[in-house]
Nanobody
């Protein structure tokens, strides 16, 4: 079984940066790992995902060029480096895991089988 625990959220000024971490247990190295977020009053949306090897990744258009997803399989951890944050990035960020292949509907939440508890990111203007 897979357990995901996010950390690293907090309050940051617009233009600032945060790095989220997701510690995983279970079959981590075989899973596609993703980040989703849910802002108040909005549906959960895809942010980014990365293949088990780290060779392939996908990003939502809204974060492309600002966010970078990475993983360190030796530490069973996936990261989301968030730069140039703006208030529209304010949301609860969730780590998620799914079976591959990553190229098949990478942004579809229903394909992700395991979810963390979420970590709050608040960006002040």
């Amino acid at each position: 079984q897979v357990q995901l625990v996010e950390s690293g959220g907090g309050l940051v000024q617009a233009g600032g940066s945060l790095r989220l971490s997701c510690a995983a247990s279970g079959l981590f190295s075989s899973y596609v790992m993703g980040w989703f977020r849910q802002a108040p009053g909005k549906e959960r949306e895809f942010v980014a995902c990365i293949s088990w090897s780290g060779s392939n990744s996908y990003y939502a258009d809204s974060v492309k060029g600002r966010f970078t997803i990475s993983r360190d399989n030796a530490k069973n951890t996936v990261y989301l480096q968030m730069n140039s944050l703006n208030p529209e990035d304010t949301a609860v960020y969730y780590c998620a895991a799914r079976r591959g292949p990553i190229g098949i509907a990478p942004s579809d939440a229903y394909r992700y089988d395991f979810w963390g508890q979420g970590t709050q990111v608040t960006v002040s203007s």
